[in-house]
């Protein structure tokens, strides 16, 4: 992607700058807030609450560039257009937007959210998670060169995040792509772009027996048991918040003890942390690894 390009759906659908697709116009609409305030009885003072905050929509307006044959070239092609010629995408372009912004997979599905990839001026690619909204469109009456279009991006947070998941995982340097060994010593986890606190996955190969993750003053305990083979995941991403292992077996009410709900477990911004893990005695082996994760963290796009 192209700083100011944004793209969606399954396959890609690329718009925005230097596409046939431009945005004129990006809204990123005010988040509301759902507040608990009241009147002091017989005063003239207000006291306030728990305040949560309502994710907004991103509204765009762009248009589609399609393409024609001008009447005096029709005469080129008297058996009609090549499936891979430019003039048969005629029309098509705006059926294949409008069939994304219906996202009928993902809205027949409970707490299914799609990314909306954003590329900023400096090359990062972005995610924003949410699900597509309203589409309005002007027909193509007149065989116009422009195709007007108002699309809703009906947003799931209020953050954008990283394309990419940074982690910590093996202490040699020569297989830096594998997990921490249970018991080892703590291995340093630092935010280092993101201005907001992020969530984080952790991602646990088997086997193991009940499993404790120390995440800088936090501890994650868990009464899990994990055979060889299987592996588990611990992931507070609002878009995927779940424990789960790769049997697809749910084992949320495995987790215990003091441990914070998973809406609560994140990653400040700014923050370093060290991170390890144990399991109970004679219960791992040299297969069993753990990889604490977690994508950087924007307020504003």
Not at 258 to 275: A, C, K, N, R
Request: proline share 8%; with cysteine; hydrophobic share 35%.
């Amino acid at each position: 992607m192209q700083p100011f390009q944004y793209a969606i759906g399954n396959p890609l659908i690329t718009f925005g700058r230097n596409t046939t697709i431009p945005v004129s116009k990006c809204e990123v609409q005010p988040y509301n807030v759902q507040n608990q305030d009241f009147q002091v009885e017989r005063t003239d003072e207000n006291r306030f609450g728990v305040d949560t905050l309502v994710p907004a929509p991103i509204i765009f307006t762009m248009a589609i560039q399609e393409n024609y044959i001008l009447p005096q070239f029709e005469h080129l092609y008297p058996g009609g257009l090549e499936p891979d010629d430019l003039f048969s995408l005629r029309g098509t372009l705006l059926g294949q937007l409008a069939r994304t912004w219906k996202a009928r997979n993902v809205r027949m599905q409970w707490g299914t959210v799609v990314p909306l990839y954003f590329c900023t001026r400096d090359g990062e690619v972005l995610r924003i998670y949410g699900r597509p909204g309203k589409f309005q469109y002007a027909p193509d009456t007149a065989r116009a060169d422009w195709i007007d279009i108002q699309a809703e991006f009906r947003r799931a947070d209020t953050f954008a995040h990283t394309d990419t998941e940074y982690f910590v995982g093996s202490p040699n340097p020569a297989t830096p792509l594998a997990g921490m060994p249970p018991g080892g010593a703590p291995l340093t986890a630092e935010r280092g772009l993101g201005d907001a606190d992020s969530w984080v996955r952790i991602y646990i190969q088997g086997p193991a027996v009940n499993p404790v993750i120390t995440y800088g003053d936090q501890v994650i305990q868990t009464v899990s048991h994990l055979p060889a083979g299987v592996s588990m995941e611990i992931s507070t991403y609002p878009w995927q918040r779940r424990f789960v292992d790769t049997n697809g077996i749910n084992r949320r009410m495995e987790i215990v003890g003091d441990t914070l709900y998973l809406d609560q477990i994140q990653f400040m911004e700014g923050e370093s942390i060290p991170v390890s893990w144990t399991a109970d005695s004679g219960s791992t082996t040299s297969d069993s690894q753990m990889w604490f994760l977690w994508r950087e963290a924007y307020n504003v796009i």
